[in-house]
C-alpha cells in the first residue's frame, strides 16, 4: 500500500467522490476538501504528498491557490483540474507552477497516471534541490518537464551553482531513474586519457592499455551520462561525440564492434558556449544538438531567497555527518544575505563547514562564518609585519597545511596580478604564466570555489 497522501480540492460533490475513489482505488491516501481555503488550512496540518484541485471552485480558485502553494509549500506538486478547451487556463497553470493539468472530461488512468508521475517523483526533502526564489522554482520545473523527454540538455551557470545537482535530478524524474547516472569532468581528465574515458577501449589499443575496458558511454547506457565542463573538450573529441550522439553507437578505442547506445547527454558548462562558438573553440553542430533544451542557473547572489535556506539544508547535511547540531543565529543570516557568493552554493557550502568544525555551543553566529573576501585577505598579508633579518619567526613552527594555504594564495596572487596586467585576457595570461589555457581555465574555477570575485579583482 503507498503511503502517498493525495489532497484533493474540488466543489462538486459528485466529481469530488469520483477522484476520491479513482485515487483509493490506485492505493492512495486521499483527504478531500471542497475549497481552496479548507486545502489551504490542511496543508497547515496534515502531512501531504500531492495537492490535486479544480480551477473553477467558489471564492478562491484554483489559480490563486495554486500560488499560495508555491510560495508556502514550494516542493508540493500540484495537479490542477481544467475545463475542457480553456487552454489560456492550462498554458497559466502551467506558467505558474502547476507540475501538470487534466483536461475535464478525463479518464481514471488518466488522473493515476499524472498523480503517480508527480508523486513519484517527489525525494524526501534532503535530496531534492533547494529552490524558493521563483525563478529557482521554474527553472526545476522546467527541468521537471524535459526529465520526461529523451532529449539532451544542456545545462550552464557559474562554477558551483548546482548544474550537477540539476542534472542529478533530471535523471531521478525520468524513466531512466534506477539506471545508471554517469558523470564524468571533462576538464578535470587529462586531454589524452579524455576519448579513451569516453569511449573505452580494447586490449592493446593503445600503449599501457592492458585491459580492454568500457567507457563512460557503455557504462551509462540504458541511463544518463553527464558530461561536465563540456567546452573543456578539444575540438577533434568534440567531432566524436557528435558522431556518437547522432548515430546512437559508440565504437571501443581499437576495437571493431560497434554498440547501440540510449543514452540521455547532459552536458554543464560554466563558460559562455556560443561565444566559444564564435572564437572557434566549440563546434557549431555540436554546440546545437547539445543545447536542445538549455537551462541556466543564475548565480547564487541572483537569487536571494535561496541563501539561508540553502544553507540551512547544508548545514544540516554536514551535521548529520558530523554528528553534531548547530544552527544559524540571526547575525549569521543576515551575513549569509549580504555577502556576494562569487563561488556561489559550493562556497557557501565551504563557508558552512569551516564555521561548523569552529562553532561552540551549538550555535553558528556572523563572526563563526568568517566571510572575509579574497580582497581584504591579501589586504592583511600585506600588511603582516616582515622578519628584521637577524630577527627569529615568532613561530618556528609552521605547519603544512599553513604553507600549502601560503602557497596557494601566493599562486592565487600571481594569477591574479598576470590578469591584471593582461588586461583581463585569458589567453595572453596564459601564455604569460606559461601554462595551457585549460589549466588556467580550471584553476580560475578553484579560485571561484573559494569565493574569489575573479572579474572584479582582475580589474582593480
Ligand atoms: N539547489 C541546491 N540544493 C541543494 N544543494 C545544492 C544546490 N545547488 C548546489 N548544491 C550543493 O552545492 C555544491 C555544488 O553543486 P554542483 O556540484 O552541482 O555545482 P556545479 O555548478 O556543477 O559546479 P562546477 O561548475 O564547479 O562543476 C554541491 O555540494 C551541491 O550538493
Redesign the pocket.
Known amino acids: 500500500m503507498s503511503e502517498t497522501t493525495v489532497l484533493v480540492a474540488e466543489d462538486n460533490p459528485e466529481l469530488r467522490e469520483a477522484l476520491v475513489d479513482t485515487l483509493e482505488l490506485g492505493g492512495y491516501q486521499v483527504i478531500a476538501t471542497e475549497s481552496a481555503e479548507a486545502a489551504l488550512d490542511k496543508l497547515q496540518s496534515a502531512q501531504v504528498d500531492l495537492l490535486l484541485s479544480d480551477i473553477n471552485m467558489g471564492k478562491m480558485d484554483g489559480h490563486e491557490l495554486l500560488g499560495q502553494v508555491r510560495s508556502l509549500h514550494p516542493w508540493l506538486p500540484v495537479i490542477l483540474i481544467t475545463a475542457f478547451g480553456n487552454v489560456g487556463s492550462s498554458v497559466r497553470a502551467m506558467r505558474d507552477g502547476a507540475a501538470d493539468y487534466l483536461l475535464k472530461p478525463f479518464k481514471p488512468e488518466d488522473l493515476l497516471a499524472s498523480v503517480s508521475r508527480y508523486a513519484r517523483c517527489r525525494a524526501s526533502d534532503s535530496s531534492?534541490?533547494?529552490?524558493v526564489e521563483r525563478e529557482?522554482q521554474q527553472l526545476l520545473m522546467l527541468a521537471r518537464k524535459v526529465a520526461m523527454s529523451d532529449a539532451t540538455v544542456l545545462?550552464s551557470?557559474?562554477?558551483?551553482?548546482?548544474?550537477?545537482?540539476?542534472?542529478?535530478y533530471i535523471h531521478r524524474h525520468s524513466n531512466r531513474q534506477g539506471k545508471p547516472f554517469v558523470a564524468i569532468?571533462c576538464a578535470a581528465i587529462p586531454e589524452n586519457m579524455l576519448e579513451a574515458t569516453l569511449f573505452g577501449h580494447e586490449k592493446g589499443a593503445f600503449t599501457g592499455a592492458y585491459n580492454s575496458s568500457p567507457g563512460k558511454f557503455e557504462q551509462a547506457n540504458g541511463g544518463t551520462l553527464l558530461l561536465?565542463?563540456v567546452s573543456e573538450m578539444d575540438i577533434g573529441l568534440q567531432a566524436k561525440i557528435l558522431r556518437v550522439l547522432q548515430e546512437r553507437e559508440v565504437e571501443r578505442l581499437g576495437g571493431r564492434k560497434t554498440m547501440s547506445l540510449d543514452v540521455r547527454v547532459i552536458a554543464?558548462t560554466?563558460r559562455d558556449l556560443k561565444e566559444a562558438v564564435r572564437q572557434g573553440q566549440f563546434r557549431e553542430d555540436l554546440y546545437y544538438r547539445l543545447s536542445v533544451f538549455p537551462l541556466a542557473?543564475k548565480s547564487l547572489r541572483e537569487r536571494p531567497a535561496?541563501i539561508v535556506p540553502?544553507a540551512e539544508?547544508?548545514l544540516s547535511?554536514h551535521c548529520e555527518r558530523m554528528e553534531e547540531t548547530a544552527n544559524l543565529d540571526d547575525s549569521a543570516r543576515n551575513a549569509l544575505r549580504q555577502y556576494p557568493w562569487p563561488g556561489?552554493?559550493?562556497e557557501?557550502?565551504n563557508v558552512l563547514q569551516r564555521a561548523l568544525i569552529i562553532q561552540e555551543g551549538g550555535v553558528i553566529n556572523a563572526s563563526a562564518l568568517s566571510l572575509t573576501t579574497f580582497e581584504n585577505s591579501i589586504g592583511a598579508t600585506a600588511s603582516l609585519p616582515e622578519y628584521e633579518q637577524d630577527s627569529e619567526p615568532s613561530s618556528s613552527v609552521i605547519s603544512d597545511a599553513d604553507l600549502g594555504n601560503d602557497l596557494k594564495k601566493r599562486e592565487y596572487e600571481i594569477i591574479l596580478s598576470t590578469l591584471r596586467k593582461q588586461g583581463g585576457k585569458r589567453k595572453e595570461t596564459a601564455e604569460a604564466l606559461g601554462v595551457s589555457a585549460r589549466t588556467l581555465r580550471y584553476k580560475l574555477?578553484r579560485m571561484?570555489?573559494m569565493g574569489i570575485n575573479i572579474d572584479s579583482l582582475a580589474s582593480a
Do not use: F, M
Open positions: 531534492e534541490p533547494v529552490a529557482s545545462i551557470g557559474e562554477s558551483g551553482t548546482g548544474k550537477e545537482v540539476l542534472a542529478q569532468n561536465d565542463e554543464t560554466n542557473w535561496d540553502l539544508r547544508l547535511r556561489n552554493v559550493r557557501l557550502e574555477a571561484r570555489d
